[in-house]
């Protein structure tokens, strides 16, 4: 179960997840104390790691719009973010799957900030509102990428697979 902790709407561009300003920093290790700069108390939650591990970004449509910039979800990524949203740019989408965030497309998606939202495969469930929303799932091999935890993660796993069948 997660709890939502921001709720957004349509085109949330990847400078206002992760502002120009702070792009002489690209580890991702310190990408997330940048995570939404410009909105002080999600920011501070971050920084001062509040929001636990596991909490949602409810969003409405082409969220990460804007730009190719990895940063966007790594900063998500790092405090364990799920991102819940009606749809996203396709290259975020792409990124964030590279870097194992969890993005979860879900066309109808209603929450309010406090509210505890549960995600199956099919469905998200608002726990505080008893609202089911169906959720589109990702392609079967990008979620696999996500599973493993990142790009880097699942070819090591096939890396290793391979290797052991070979042996």
């Given at each position: 179960?997660?709890?939502?902790?921001?709720?957004?709407?349509?085109d949330v561009?990847?400078?206002?997840?992760?502002?120009?300003?702070?792009?002489?920093?690209?580890?991702?290790?310190?990408?997330?104390?940048?995570?939404f700069a410009?909105?002080?108390?999600?920011?501070?939650?971050?920084?001062?790691?509040?929001?636990?591990?596991?909490?949602?970004?409810?969003?409405g449509h082409?969220?990460?719009?804007?730009?190719?910039?990895?940063?966007?979800?790594?900063?998500?990524?790092?405090?364990?973010?799920?991102?819940?949203?009606?749809?996203?740019?396709?290259?975020?989408?792409?990124?964030?799957?590279?870097?194992?965030?969890?993005?979860?497309?879900?066309?109808?998606?209603?929450?309010?900030?406090?509210?505890?939202?549960?995600?199956?495969?099919?469905?998200?469930?608002?726990?505080?509102?008893?609202?089911?929303?169906?959720?589109?799932?990702?392609?079967?091999?990008?979620?696999?990428?996500?599973?493993?935890?990142?790009?880097?993660a699942?070819?090591?796993?096939?890396?290793?697979?391979?290797?052991?069948?070979?042996?």
């Open positions: 179960m997660s709890r939502v902790v921001l709720v957004l709407g349509d561009s990847t400078d206002a997840i992760f502002p120009g300003r702070f792009m002489a920093t690209v580890l991702p290790a310190e990408t997330p104390q940048f995570a410009d909105l002080a108390d999600f920011n501070k939650g971050v920084r001062d790691k509040t929001i636990t591990p596991g909490s949602a970004i409810v969003a082409n969220f990460g719009c804007g730009s190719s910039r990895e940063q966007a979800a790594s900063c998500l990524k790092g405090p364990d973010l799920t991102i819940v949203a009606r749809g996203f740019a396709r290259i975020f989408l792409q990124n964030a799957s590279n870097l194992g965030l969890r993005t979860i497309i879900c066309p109808e998606i209603e929450a309010s900030e406090g509210d505890e939202i549960e995600a199956t495969a099919d469905e998200i469930v608002n726990v505080t509102t008893g609202r089911r929303c169906r959720v589109l799932p990702l392609p079967s091999a990008r979620q696999a990428i996500v599973d493993a935890g990142g790009l880097v699942y070819a090591r796993e096939l890396l290793i697979a391979e290797r052991t069948v070979t042996l």
